[in-house]
């Protein structure tokens, strides 16, 4: 093991809490990584240029990668000393994005944490929006493809269908959640850490975003929009248990947080049903 790799946290998935003798950033960003060795050298100079003038010396960028077969991990830690502000965490033992996310917050150091694909999907320039949000004073700032200035690329009609779905029964099954975000299955956000600190998080599958929403201390919500790109490089790692996963996700949430005998009706469950048998007639 690489000494300079961050060591990756065990046991329960929970951000520890602002303490200024640790804390020495004001901004970490998590890069979840797995296969994206030739996206990795280009989103780290794009990110750190933007961040540079604005945030000089207060920033680390976190790469989490669960043990690539092309060896992501060994060229991030390549770039590190190019990259004062990189730091790579190399996952042998877990893997998913969501659990990568959560592993990279725990190990960082600053008051803000954020999350962004390394496929270049999420437009970087976004993310000075984004951070302007936040110091406005929001508790999460959310990289939304369903408000003005959104939008997907070049999906399917299945791919979209799959998505508004997904987006649909998520307001059925937890409104007082997903009826703040329009978006609820981005991965491209900012959130402070004091609003999800000593939380016990239960990361499914590839979407975190509902499980800080449902779980953290938000108060103030702020979307900006964003057109969701195609890969440039690579091959997408979308497929249809994706929102298999997000469905099972948001039962879960249902039940941890209130009784679902009284807050979700039978129907809904057998809605979801349907999507899911749709989501594997599209994606098989």
Avoid at 141 to 152: L, M, N, P, T, Y
Avoid at 217 to 224: N, Q, T
Wanted: glycine residues 8%; hydrophobic residues 45%; aromatic residues 8%.
């Amino acid at each position: 093991m690489n000494p300079n790799f961050l060591t990756v946290p065990t046991g329960v998935f929970l951000v520890p809490p602002t303490t200024s003798s640790e804390l020495l950033l004001q901004f970490s960003l998590i890069l979840p990584t797995y296969q994206e060795r030739d996206n990795i050298p280009k989103i780290v100079q794009i990110l750190t240029d933007l961040l540079d003038p604005v945030l000089p010396g207060a920033y680390e960028l976190i790469v989490v990668d669960d043990d690539s077969p092309d060896g992501t991990w060994q060229v991030a830690a390549q770039l590190m000393p190019a990259y004062p502000q990189l730091q790579v965490m190399r996952r042998q033992t877990e893997k998913g994005l969501s659990t990568a996310v959560i592993r990279g917050w725990q190990a960082a150091r600053g008051n803000i944490l954020g999350v962004i694909d390394a496929d270049l999907q999420h437009p970087p320039q976004v993310l000075l929006d984004l951070w302007q949000e936040i110091v406005r004073g929001a508790d999460l700032a959310v990289g939304s493809r369903h408000i003005e200035g959104g939008g997907v690329s070049e999906w399917s009609l299945a791919r979209r269908c799959l998505s508004r779905g997904a987006q649909i029964l998520g307001l059925l099954i937890l409104p007082e959640v997903l009826g703040r975000l329009s978006d609820p299955m981005s991965g491209y956000f900012i959130v402070r850490r004091g609003a999800i600190a000593q939380q016990i998080m239960s990361p499914v599958g590839y979407k975190i975003l509902v499980e800080v929403a449902a779980r953290g201390r938000i108060r103030w919500i702020r979307e900006v929009g964003y057109v969701f790109q195609e890969r440039a490089r690579g091959e997408s790692k979308v497929t249809w248990k994706q929102y298999v996963e997000y469905l099972q996700h948001l039962i879960q949430l249902r039940c941890s947080l209130s009784p679902m005998q009284r807050l979700m009706p039978l129907g809904i469950l057998g809605l979801s049903g349907v999507v899911i048998n749709m989501a594997a007639f599209y994606g098989s």
